[in-house]
């Protein structure tokens, strides 16, 4: 089905650039000093607050974590729940000790990991958030032959310069571990240890992270209360979705990105699925939303072909400055919709906008 390409779409309101007021006078700390780790009040931009704001992390970034307060949504999962497994988010942490040893050699495992946050298509970059024995964890590492170092007065462990790639077993890469931050209430890891500094950057201030970038600012503040969320850029899930696309045209920034949100129809409401085209400007996203609107009421998942009843109900079809939202109800997972839900032809046909490609080579 050949889609009209329409265009553009409005950069996100200066309010919703800035989640974290004391981010701001984090940066103005002077390099000598060491400044103060920050923390946002939502779980959820406080795990983006510790991934830097890089081409890397912007392509492809996911995270899950129950709300500041889940006592007021009592169904609010925490990050280990293995029920997310179902819902095949990527990128996932490579750290998050399901298998077998990875407590004994590294000091924590799955069941103390609260929430999490993972950046990069490979889940280049992770933060976890949790209850960690911090003691046991150092010692675990100086036993395992890691180095301790320091990084604006954040402690980081690294056992390689240089990590060599490793099997991934039950979800968890002894690669993915080589380099450690361990923070009084969270761990970096990555296997590159500049990574790990990167973020630890962010995470005091000296440099933009993803919470206080346009795209996860606004999907924080358009769509809360959430769970969960997944983000990739618009060319990549073209591809995915049989597209040959080349790149985007006229958006610098890489702005234009498909986001999946797990999350809820207000506090203590039923659970929601949301499907999210971000454009590059305002006029892109209003010549679109009419089309892409009309596409939602005929449209079949093309995973399969099958019709969007097989995995829940169009419930809404919205516009939010840059952003086209379709929010699913009564999803056939427990009320929520697996992340493959984003290859339905309205989402497939929106991440071509503003990209120079071709018409599908593939029906998915």
């Known amino acids: 089905m050949r889609w009209v390409i329409l265009a553009a779409l409005l950069v996100c309101a200066p309010g919703l650039r800035v989640l974290l007021d004391s981010r701001s006078e984090a940066r103005t700390t002077s390099d000598a000093a060491t400044p103060t780790p920050s923390a946002a009040k939502d779980s959820l931009a406080d795990l983006l607050a510790w991934i830097p704001a890089t081409p890397l992390t912007r392509s492809a970034f996911a995270a899950w974590s129950p709300p500041a307060d889940p006592s007021r949504i009592p169904d609010a999962l925490p990050g280990n729940d293995r029920f997310i497994e179902r819902l095949a988010l990527s990128p996932v942490p490579r750290t998050l000790g399901r298998s077998p040893g990875w407590r004994e050699r590294f000091g924590y495992g799955a069941r103390d990991v609260l929430g999490w946050a993972a950046a990069g298509p490979s889940a280049e970059l992770t933060v976890l958030v ?106 990549t899930h073209a591809a995915a979705c049989g597209f040959e696309t080349l790149e985007s045209e006229g958006d610098e920034e890489n702005n234009r990105y498909v986001a999946v949100a797990y999350g809820w129809l207000g506090e203590g409401g039923p659970r929601r699925t949301l499907l999210v085209n971000a454009l590059a400007s305002d006029p892109e996203t209003s010549a679109a939303m009419a089309a892409y609107e009309a596409a939602w009421l005929t449209s079949v998942v093309s995973v399969g072909g099958s019709p969007l009843d097989a995995f829940g109900r169009l419930d809404a079809v919205s516009r939010s400055g840059r952003l086209l939202i379709a929010e699913i109800g009564a999803g056939r997972d427990d009320g929520w919709v697996r992340s493959g839900i984003r290859f339905a032809a309205p989402v497939c046909a929106a991440a071509t906008i503003g990209l120079s490609g071709a018409p599908p080579t593939a029906s998915r």
Request: aromatic share 4%; proline share 7%; hydrophobic share 45%.
């Open 130 to 235: 949790g209850q960690f024995d911090r003691e046991a964890i150092e010692r675990a590492l100086r036993e395992g032959g890691y180095r301790q170092t320091s990084h604006q007065g954040q402690t980081v462990f690294v056992l390689h310069d240089f990590a060599t790639p490793t099997p991934i077993i039950e979800g968890d890469s002894l690669a993915a571990a080589n380099a450690i931050a361990v923070l009084p209430d969270r761990l970096i890891t990555s296997a590159v240890p500049a990574l790990v500094e990167q973020a630890i950057d962010a995470g005091i201030g000296r440099i933009p992270s993803l919470a206080e970038d346009p795209i996860g600012a606004s999907l924080l503040a358009t769509l809360a209360p959430i769970n969960g969320l997944m983000v990739l850029d618009a060319a």
